[in-house]
């Protein structure tokens, strides 16, 4: 299985993309991950949304590619950083690549919510009709106080909650594996 993992943060010791690697070593025998960064994607214009700069026709064609999309979001004032907003506004237009293409999400951030109301909001985007992503049901993961709980070198430190990223990352295998029996069975 692959998916790709889009990071919502670019700053370069983004804790988020630090989770991202995390899951990429921890459960590389479970799928396999391709981590994006937005660094390049550029503002989102509706005059070249037919035509787009290369960094996202690259990312489109990765998404097409892939089984799933794990989105890693930080919280920016109570929602969702607008470098992630914009990247879901490209996305949505025109080949519609979300549409249809289950997502999962997760997110740390130094408050002890850890990105309750960010992942609040990009849920609602990611399943709104323009966007139209599946998302894996019941399953939440708030990396809350994130700077005590990541090390230096990327290691999720916080036992607790390597236990409950392994539980969940079963849940989100059977869920897809489902989703592909579903397909199968049509
Ligand atoms: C933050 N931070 C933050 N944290 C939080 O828990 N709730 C919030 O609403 C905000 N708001 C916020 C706004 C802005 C503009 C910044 C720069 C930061 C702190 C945030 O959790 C922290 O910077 C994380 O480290 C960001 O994630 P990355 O970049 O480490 O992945």
Not at 65 to 94: C, K, Q
Not at 126 to 142: K, R, T
């Amino acid at each position: 299985m692959k998916v790709v993992a889009i990071v919502g943060s670019i700053r370069k010791e983004s804790y988020n993309l630090k989770l991202a690697q995390y899951v990429q070593k921890r459960y590389k025998d479970r799928f396999e991950l391709e981590i994006v960064t937005l660094n390049d994607i550029p503002f989102y214009n509706q005059d070249t949304e037919n035509d787009p700069p290369a960094a996202v026709t690259g990312l489109k064609s990765k998404i097409k590619a892939a089984d799933a999309v794990l989105w890693l979001t930080p919280e920016y004032n109570g929602t969702v950083p607008g470098v992630l907003v914009n990247t879901i506004d490209w996305l949505s237009r025109v080949d519609k690549v979300m549409n249809g293409k289950p997502s999962w999400i997760m997110g740390a951030s130094m408050g002890v919510l850890g990105t309750v109301k960010a992942q609040l909001h990009l849920r609602e985007i990611l399943f709104s009709v323009g966007v139209g992503s599946p998302l894996l049901p019941g399953n939440e993961v708030y990396v809350g106080a994130c700077h005590e709980k990541i090390d230096a070198e990327g290691n999720l430190t916080h036992e607790p909650t390597v236990k409950f990223l392994d539980m969940v990352t079963d849940n989100f295998v059977n869920w897809m594996n489902k989703q592909a029996a579903l397909v199968a069975s049509k």
